[in-house]
């Protein structure tokens, strides 16, 4: 047998190996983060979160359209998500023989991994193509087809943490299943069921791809969705390739209030959980 | 001696009942109840009367069938995807398996209690007694509250708990919460309360204070409890079935059952030989 010494050794040797890969991971998001909060930070003031964009070679200005524009736009496209994620969630935990659900499954899965784009171009032409313009509107279902199979994965694993016995304790008393789901399990899941939803709207609302051809842009605030609107992802985009150093600026500041979004996002999910499913 | 008389038939071996008392009903009653696990029978050809206002135990060692017939009387296997149930289980004469029968109004009549405690978490005490009334709208406050107390009191749980009725559910200790999940079940007024070893996992208090409840209990409604321990089967009922290795091979008032035993096997088990 080996000495207890060489064993520690073992273990520490591999303890570092670990925490060095972990840095080395780590590091890069580090980096970013530092660099856009630096950058970003300093540009950061009243106007950015209160006026319009100025024409191009005009210093100041700011996001508000861009601002309102992806809490809209996500904000809509949480709602049209959310009873078709939630739905889907119930369908694989609660009803495993459903007939829908061998499709269903690859489907939700194919739909998470397939490129952010690509649901851009699918609303396109299910909204931009038919209502002939490009709109807000667009933007929140390209927003809605990110959000639903991320929802309905994760209402699909909370729901399977609710112990059985809470959905025979309701069969039991003679209640028909569908209400023993919606009142019952559903209620137990609810922390759950919640931080779901915020992480595929903080998912979503980073995205700039599929805005490119729905929400398109605008210069005006609007809170029309039947017009083009603007999102902080698409204007930081548009800003970030132009050639005026005060966009630049801008830039950075749009990525450090998008950061600032998503992680309020993550953190009101982390508050949701606590102590819960 | 006994107001009843038991003996088995020799020709079927399934234990018939000479009765002495007209007065007994039979308000459940399982014919040639068989249910498979896929290739593997949990309860094989089990005969058994279910009497009005009686309490049944259902004995026998871990394994042997008892609970996987109790759940066959409410049609719970339907839930369980590998398992299925012929045979046919006669509520007041109606086939509960008959085509065309809903399992949702089955489970309404014939009420369960389950090993652990379940009250639902989410839910108050209050919120857990109506549970069954309000999900199907029954809405009416006054009606509400006249249930909650009259099936709490009836549960035992009423005193204990009239002052803090709107309190979380498991803020309750586990004897309360297992009183609670009987006064939730008889809230919705079944015919039949089945109960699958209600006490196994209470305190010695706690599980006297249900099996004095049983004996009150029956009065309103007719009981069927599994239970692992004899001495309880002795205590809270009025008939006994005998179960082993998915065969009822015994059946009779819990007297004469317990007394002298007409099978080998039954003996056995009751004297400590094996289980």
Not at chain 1, 181 to 193: D, H, K, N, T
Request: glycine share 8%; proline share 6%; charged share 20%.
């Amino acid at each position: 047998m080996r000495s207890l010494q060489a064993r520690y050794a073992r273990d520490r040797l591999i303890l570092l190996v670990v925490v060095i890969g972990t840095i080395l991971a780590a590091l890069p998001l580090a980096l970013v983060l530092g660099y856009a909060l630096v950058n970003g930070f300093s540009s950061l003031n009243w106007d950015f979160f209160t006026k319009g964009p100025k024409p191009p070679g005009e210093l100041g200005g700011g996001m508000a359209p861009a601002i309102v524009g992806t809490l809209v736009i996500t904000g809509t496209g949480l709602l049209i998500a959310m009873p078709f994620g939630i739905g889907a969630g119930i369908l694989l935990a609660e009803y495993p023989d459903n007939r829908l659900n061998p499709t269903l499954r690859p489907l939700s899965d194919t739909l998470n991994g397939m490129p952010a784009i690509l649901k851009g171009l699918l609303a396109y032409v299910l909204v931009v193509k038919t209502q002939g313009s490009f709109s807000g509107l667009s933007g929140a279902l390209a927003m809605a087809f990110i959000m639903v199979p991320i929802i309905a994965k994760t209402t699909e694993s909370v729901l399977k943490l609710v112990p059985w016995h809470i959905r025979e304790a309701g069969l039991a008393l003679g209640l028909p299943r569908w209400r023993v789901i919606l009142s019952l399990v559903l209620p137990a899941a609810r922390g759950g069921v919640v931080t779901g939803l915020l992480l595929a709207t903080a998912r979503a609302a980073g995205e700039a791809a599929p805005l490119i051809f729905t929400a398109f842009g605008n210069t005006l605030l609007t809170l029309d969705l039947r017009q083009p609107m603007d999102a902080l992802p698409l204007r930081l985009y548009a800003y970030a390739i132009s050639p005026y150093e005060d966009w630049h600026r801008q830039a950075w500041a749009a990525a450090v209030v998008l950061l600032g979004l998503i992680v309020m996002t993550s953190l009101l999910a982390r508050w949701f959980t606590r102590g819960r499913l | 001696m006994s107001e009843f008389e038991a003996s088995a038939n020799p020709q079927t071996g399934h234990t018939e009942i000479l009765t002495l008392d007209p007065s007994l009903k039979t308000r459940l009653e399982a014919r040639r109840v068989t249910v498979m696990y896929g290739q593997k029978a949990g309860v094989k050809d089990v005969d058994m009367p279910i009497y009005t206002h009686k309490v049944t135990a259902l004995i026998g060692p871990s394994g042997c069938g008892k609970t996987t017939f109790l759940r066959a009387l409410n049609r719970m296997h339907d839930l369980t995807p590998s398992a299925r149930v012929t045979g046919e289980v006669l509520l007041d004469g109606v086939n509960v398996y008959a085509p065309g029968v809903d399992p949702v109004e089955v489970r309404r009549k014939i009420g369960m209690v389950f090993q652990k405690p379940n009250p639902f978490p989410t839910l108050s005490i209050y919120g857990n007694v109506v549970a069954g009334l309000r999900l199907v709208g029954i809405r009416k406050k006054s009606l509400l509250d006249e249930a909650v107390e009259r099936a709490l009191t009836q549960a035992a749980l009423w005193d204990e708990v009239k002052d803090r009725l709107h309190a979380p559910s498991m803020s309750l200790s586990g004897g309360q919460q297992q009183r609670l999940c009987i006064a939730r079940a008889l809230a919705v007024e079944p015919e039949v309360l089945l109960m699958d070893e209600p006490t196994s996992a209470l305190d010695p208090i706690s599980t006297q204070s249900i099996e004095d409840l049983l004996t009150e209990l029956k009065n309103h409604v007719t009981i069927v409890i599994v239970t692992h321990n004899m001495q309880q089967a002795g205590r809270v009922s009025d008939f006994t079935g005998f179960f082993l290795n998915g065969d009822l091979v015994e059946f009779g008032p819990t007297n004469l059952l317990f007394t002298t035993p007409k099978d080998k096997r039954t003996e056995a088990y009751i004297t400590g030989r094996f289980g």
